[in-house]
């Protein structure tokens, strides 16, 4: 990617960053699309090494457009953006989490056990990861006492 271009896509991430900020998520929205794209379109052209997107910043779109989806209330569609920021960087354990969330809310207490058990591998000081996981597996515990 040209270095125009390159400040191009950070000051969209950054646009992106302040509407989530505000909760002015439909823009918020947009622009992380926006950048998302530009950084699949930097990868395909063949980017000089540093020039692309980093994984940070990519794993940092998908995740909070991930956030988006959810408050949304689109639930497979934000899992799709937590599993992308989790591909692009599989290090950071906040897609973890909010992707143990979902799984969680949808039943799927297994998927979600390993996903709260990754944030702890990750960082074991995450407290919220902690009580989801605990009560995960109270809930699953209580659905297999009554045969659900």
Not at 16 to 37: C, D, M, N, P, V
Not at 111 to 131: C, R
Request: charged letters at 25%; proline letters at 4%; a negative charge.
């Amino acid at each position: 990617m040209e270095e125009q271009q390159w400040q191009d896509s950070r000051a969209t991430l950054a646009r992106a960053q302040a509407h989530f900020q505000k909760g002015e998520y439909t823009e918020a929205e947009t622009l992380y699309s926006a950048y998302i794209r530009q950084c699949a379109c930097a990868a395909s052209a063949g980017a000089p090494p540093g020039s692309e997107c980093s994984p940070k910043d990519l794993a940092t779109a998908y995740n909070n457009r991930g956030q988006i989806k959810y408050f949304r209330v689109d639930f497979y569609e934000a899992m799709d953006d937590y599993t992308s920021a989790i591909e692009v960087q599989p290090n950071f354990e906040v897609p973890y989490y909010n992707r143990g969330l979902i799984l969680y809310r949808l039943g799927y207490f297994d998927d979600a056990v390993e996903d709260f058990k990754k944030v702890l591998d990750l960082n074991p000081g995450f407290q919220d990861a902690t009580l989801s996981l605990k009560q995960t597996m109270l809930d699953k515990e209580e659905k297999q006492r009554r045969n659900y």
